[in-house]
C-alpha cells in the first residue's frame, strides 16, 4: 500500500480510522500540562505511556474488526511519539496497525493534518469508518465532497477541554 497504486483487482481494502487521544487514550490524568498560559507538550505527550484505555474506545475496535476492517491509527500526536504509541498499543492488546501520525515540525490545526492523512489513504483504501473526538475534525471530514470517509462517528466519552482544542487548533500547537 505504498506506491499508491489500486490492489489486484481494484478493489480497495475497507478499514476503519481510529483517534487515539480521546478515542482509545484516556488522557484526562495528563490534561494539566496543557492548562495555564503554556502548553508543556513534551511533558503531556511524555505522560501518554500512563494512560488507561477508554472502554468505548476499545469496544469500537472489537466492533470494525469483528466487521473484517483493517485498522488505522490517525492521530496529531507527532511522529516523536510513534514508538511510545506501539508499546502503550501493545501493553493495551490494541491491534498492530500502522499510525499516521503529525509531522514533528507540522503545526497545523489538527483539521489540516488529519484531512491531507486521509486523502493519502483514500487513495489506497476505502475508509469506512473515521472515529475522532474533536467536533471540529468531525464536522470537516463530513462537510468534504467527495467524502473521504463513508461514515464518521463522533466520540464524545472523553469530555473535550478548551487547552486541547486551543493546542490542536490555535496558537499553542505542539
Known amino acids: 500500500m505504498t506506491d499508491g497504486a489500486a490492489p489486484e483487482g481494484d478493489r480497495l481494502p475497507d478499514v476503519a480510522v481510529l483517534d487515539l487521544d480521546g478515542v482509545l487514550a484516556d488522557t484526562r490524568h495528563r490534561l494539566h500540562h496543557l492548562a495555564g498560559g503554556r502548553a508543556r507538550w513534551a511533558a503531556f505527550f511524555a505522560a501518554a505511556t500512563d494512560d488507561p484505555v477508554h ?14 476492517l483493517a485498522v488505522f491509527y490517525l492521530s496529531g500526536r507527532p511522529e516523536r511519539t510513534a514508538a ?14 500502522p499510525l499516521l501520525l503529525r509531522a514533528d515540525d507540522d503545526r497545523r490545526p489538527a483539521t489540516a493534518v488529519k484531512i491531507s492523512h486521509l486523502r493519502r489513504l483514500a487513495r489506497q483504501a476505502r475508509v469506512v469508518v473515521l472515529v475522532d473526538d474533536d467536533p471540529a475534525v468531525v464536522a470537516a471530514v463530513r462537510a468534504l465532497r467527495p467524502p473521504l470517509a463513508a461514515s464518521v462517528l463522533h466520540a464524545t466519552w472523553q469530555p473535550r477541554d478548551d487547552a486541547t482544542d486551543r493546542g490542536q487548533h490555535g496558537s499553542g500547537r505542539m
Open 84 to 97: 511510545a504509541t506501539r508499546a502503550w498499543l501493545r501493553r493495551h492488546d490494541l491491534p498492530d496497525a
Open 55 to 68: 472502554a468505548e474506545g476499545r469496544a469500537v475496535v472489537e466492533e470494525v474488526l469483528g466487521r473484517g
